[in-house]
């Protein structure tokens, strides 16, 4: 696609549910990575993949964060039995290799109530 | 390993005078540095990007950044601000090769700029 696709872009969830955020990367970008965003707050690296290796989770924060990317097509990170705390913008990007520019979508903003 | 140290969390300006946003790195490997602007509500867009090739790097919106290795800097300016350039500016640096690819961010800097 001519851009990196996120759905959807708001979600308010009740605390103890699970949620499930969607990212379409550029075609042919062989990196996908998933960032959060606390409001006011800079970006906090959540998990990297890159083509088919296996992925990088060293930044999700518990094992209630999980997600998965299916060769160099989408992603879905989920999130199970959501926290107050886990309210952020959850950013999804992609780069055509490594080392190289990553391109970021519009982000999912999630509130939990 | 790799990090990122903006040295403002706010920068203000007035409108027509010279942009400076400070950027300090640190990196185990030869390193891409990027810069990011995100506007309110916005996602984040790249501004510039250095990747080894020349020092002095031309973004856009008359931005600009110069790689200076001997003090581990990427500092970013503008030799004008417009009320437009109001925005959270993030500094990234990621290993050209080797070591871990995952974009290190810095946590932004706050760009105002007063009429």
């Known amino acids: 696609g001519a851009g990196v696709s996120q759905s959807p872009s708001n979600k308010v969830t009740e605390k103890g549910k699970d949620v499930e955020l969607r990212c379409d990367p550029i075609s042919g970008h062989t990196a996908l990575y998933w960032y959060r965003q606390r409001l006011g707050q800079g970006l906090e690296f959540l998990i990297y993949?890159?083509?088919?290796?296996?992925?990088?989770k060293s930044g999700l924060p518990s094992d209630r964060f999980s997600a998965e990317r299916t060769g160099e097509s989408v992603s879905t990170l989920t999130i199970q039995r959501t926290q107050q705390e886990d309210s952020a913008v959850y950013l999804c990007?992609?780069?055509?290799?490594?080392?190289?520019?990553?391109?970021f979508g519009q982000g999912t903003r999630l509130t939990v109530v | 390993a790799q990090s990122v140290t903006q040295l403002d969390s706010h920068v203000s300006v007035s409108e027509g005078t010279p942009v400076l946003l400070r950027c300090n790195y640190s990196s185990s490997y030869s390193p891409s540095l990027f810069w990011y602007v995100q506007h309110p509500n916005k996602g984040l867009q790249l501004l510039l990007k250095y990747t080894s090739a020349a020092t002095l790097v031309k973004g856009i919106n008359g931005f600009e950044a110069e790689f200076k290795k001997s003090e581990t800097s990427f500092h970013l300016t503008k030799p004008s601000a417009h009320m437009s350039d109001a925005a959270e500016y993030f500094c990234?640096?990621?290993?050209?090769?080797?070591?871990?690819?995952?974009?290190?961010f810095g946590r932004g800097t706050s760009l105002i700029v007063h009429p």
């Open positions: 990234v640096v990621s290993p050209a090769s080797g070591g871990s690819y995952i974009p290190t």
């Open positions: 993949f890159q083509g088919n290796s296996a992925p990088d």
């Open positions: 990007a992609s780069s055509q290799r490594e080392g190289l520019e990553a391109f």
